[in-house]
């Protein structure tokens, strides 16, 4: 299996390097497909995990109090820490996920149908070039997002807590 997902993924890489998925199969077809997946499959599914490691972040909305849901790449980052990036496909503004774990850093994450507690800890400037370098060691390029959406991306570390009781 992994040797597809492999093949996969060196098919797929350059694809997400082009001006038409930044524009327009990321931000535009990409997340109503994560979302008919997921209701089809009963959250068991995500369209994004076959070519990258991925979960689904549980929020509150920053504005709206409300939950929201986003899936989202992420990468390992040690003893169950996962590490978020928020690129919004090269775009010029924030991803508002972003916004609500400023607000709100107390959230939860499903990966592979399970989900759990976590806590939002942005990271450091003196971090930033060590966390990129890890992120890119698993997707090659990824940087490239940040240069060319003209701001600093927001990166997050979600550490696992323990439920409260």
């Given at each position: 299996?992994?040797?597809?997902?492999?093949?996969?993924?060196s098919?797929i890489?350059?694809?997400?390097?082009?001006?038409v998925?930044?524009?327009v199969i990321?931000?535009?077809?990409?997340?109503?497909?994560?979302?008919l997946?997921?209701?089809?499959?009963r959250?068991?599914?995500q369209?994004?995990?076959?070519l990258v490691?991925?979960?689904?972040?549980?929020t509150?909305?920053?504005?709206?109090?409300?939950p929201?849901?986003?899936?989202?790449?992420?990468?390992?980052?040690?003893?169950?820490?996962?590490?978020?990036?928020?690129?919004n496909?090269?775009?010029?503004?924030h991803?508002a996920?972003?916004?609500?774990?400023?607000?709100?850093?107390?959230?939860?994450?499903?990966?592979?149908?399970?989900?759990?507690?976590?806590?939002?800890?942005?990271?450091?400037d003196?971090e930033r070039?060590?966390?990129?370098?890890?992120?890119?060691a698993?997707?090659?390029?990824?940087?490239?997002?940040?240069?060319e959406?003209?701001?600093?991306?927001?990166l997050f570390?979600?550490?696992?807590v323990?439920?409260?009781?």
């Open positions: 299996m992994a040797a597809v997902v492999d093949a996969v993924r098919l890489a350059p694809l997400t390097r082009t001006r998925f930044r524009r990321g931000p535009v077809f990409l997340p109503p497909v994560e979302r997946v997921a209701w089809l499959s959250g068991r599914v369209v994004s995990a076959l490691p991925s979960l689904v972040l549980h509150v909305g920053a504005k709206s109090g409300e929201r849901d986003v899936p989202l790449m992420y990468t390992p980052d040690g003893s169950g820490r996962a590490i978020v990036a928020g690129t496909f090269a775009g010029a503004r991803p996920w972003t916004a609500n774990l400023l607000a709100h850093p107390d959230a939860a994450i499903t990966v592979r149908g399970r989900r759990m507690p976590v806590r939002a800890t942005p990271v450091a003196a070039d060590a966390v990129w370098a890890r992120i890119e698993q997707w090659p390029g990824y940087r490239n997002y940040e240069r959406s003209g701001r600093t991306v927001r570390r979600l550490q696992p323990r439920a409260q009781a």
